[in-house]
Structures are given as C-alpha cells and as structure tokens.
T-cell receptor, first 115, second 113 residues
Framework: GAVVSQHPSRVICKSGTSVKIECRSL??????MFWYRQFPKKSLMLMAT?????????EQGVEKDKFLINHASLTLSTLTVTSAHPEDSSFYIC???????????FGPGTRLTVL | AQSVSQHNHHVILSEAASLELGCNYS??????LFWYVQYPGQHLQLLLK??????LVKGIKGFEAEFIKSKFSFNLRKPSVQWSDTAEYFC???????????FGAGTQVVVTP
C-alpha cells in the first residue's frame, strides 16, 4: 500500500516553455502533498505544501508564480514550472500524506532538463 | 533557523562491518525524527521513525536508531551491513503539525563485497 506515482519520470523542454508534473496517490487519499527539489549530490529542499482544495504554501525563496501548484483532488497534485529556464533543471519529488498520519510517502521523482 | 546535520557525506565499508550514521538537529521543541533510504534509481523509503516513547527505535532491514534528547541526536545503526545496503541515507525532522520535513544533506553509503 501507500504508493505514490509521478508523471512524467523524465522531461526535456526548451527554455521559455511550461512543464506540468503530476503526482498521484494510488491507494490512499492524500490530504496533504509536498513538493521537493533535489539538486545533484544535495539533499531535498521543500518547495511547497499543498492541501486539497486550498492554495499551496510556499517556502521562503520559492517563486509561487513560477512554480504553480494545484491540489484539486485527494489523489492528484500538479506542479507546473512556468517559463522554464536552464536553472530550473533539477529532480522534482513529490510526497503525499493522509490526514492524521504523520508519514509521507514519496514518488519516484521527475527529472526536468531545460535546454 | 532549524537545521539537520549529517556528519558523514560519504562512507565506504565492507560487508559485515557495522554502520553508524550521525544525525543532529537544532530545534528546542518537540520533534518527530525520521531516517529515509534512497537506493540507486529508486524513490525515498522510510527506514524508521521516532515520535515518542522508547528512544531506541527499530526499523526495517535490521536498522535501528537512538534518540538522545540531550544531544539533539538521532543516529542510525546497523550491526552488520550487506552489499544491498549501498544507498543514500537521509535524516529528517518535522517540527510542526503540517509534517513539513527538513532533510539533512544525506550520506552516501557504499558497501563493498
């Protein structure tokens, strides 16, 4: 149980375009989803927390207009990187958490490369 | 600001050796503590967690960790490692009700046959 999927697993796009990444909880209802960014040989950095049906809460230094997060249902959250630039190239990981369960389940990540 | 420190960035050891990875956090209030593992090419998996109670926590795959409140530490141990324990290990802490995880920098562990 507690499986989280991400799609796509890998995406290459041109600078200036937008990319949408999906995060799904496959066998549980995720009231909260988290989006992380992982740089090579570095730890995970929390970008934002999203609760189903409400606006995401962004961490300091994360541009909310650039990284659009939508959590429209209890099983799906999306991260859209708008007007992507090469410095946005990274590994993006989502996690999902059920209500009253203090444990996050992680997706496999999405490798974004912006040319 | 809160922080999580992992002392070793890279550890190489032989099979059957004992492993101990250090983790310290800086936060004076109540914390929940986690160790995650990321095997090559795979997603993060929970090894073990501590919320309250017995400070010696046993997790999966023979791992255990000890919470020492006075030292703000949550070190991970395994008495005898296997080649399959080669992975990156992350210590993480939550300090709020939202469950926002703050991760350490990670320790790359390589177990040689």
């Amino acid at each position: 149980g507690a499986v989280v999927s991400q799609h796509p697993s890998r995406v290459i796009c041109k600078s200036g375009t937008s990319v949408k990444i999906e995060c799904r909880s496959l066998d549980f209802q995720a009231t909260t989803m988290f989006w992380y960014r992982q740089f090579p040989k570095k730890s995970l950095m929390l970008m934002a927390t999203s609760n189903e049906g409400s606006k995401a809460t962004y961490e300091q230094g994360v541009e909310k207009d650039k990284f659009l997060i939508n959590h429209a249902s209890l099983t799906l959250s999306t991260l859209t990187v708008t007007s992507a630039h090469p410095e946005d190239s990274s590994f993006y990981i989502c996690s999902a958490q059920e209500a009253d369960v203090n444990e996050q389940f992680f997706g496999p990540g999405t490798r974004l490369t912006v040319l | 600001a809160q922080s999580v420190s992992q002392h070793n960035h890279h550890v190489i050891l032989s099979e059957a050796a004992s492993l101990e990875l250090g983790c310290n956090y800086s936060y004076g209030g109540t914390v929940n503590l986690f160790w995650y593992v990321q095997y090559p090419g795979q997603h993060l998996q929970l090894l073990l967690k501590y919320f309250s109670g017995d400070p010696l926590v046993k997790g999966i795959k023979g791992f255990e960790a000890e919470f020492i409140k006075s030292k703000f530490s949550f070190n991970l141990r395994k008495p005898s490692v296997q080649w399959s324990d080669t992975a990156e290990y992350f210590c993480a802490v939550t300090t709020d009700s939202w469950g926002k995880l703050q991760f350490g920098a990670g320790t790359q562990v390589v177990v040689t046959p």
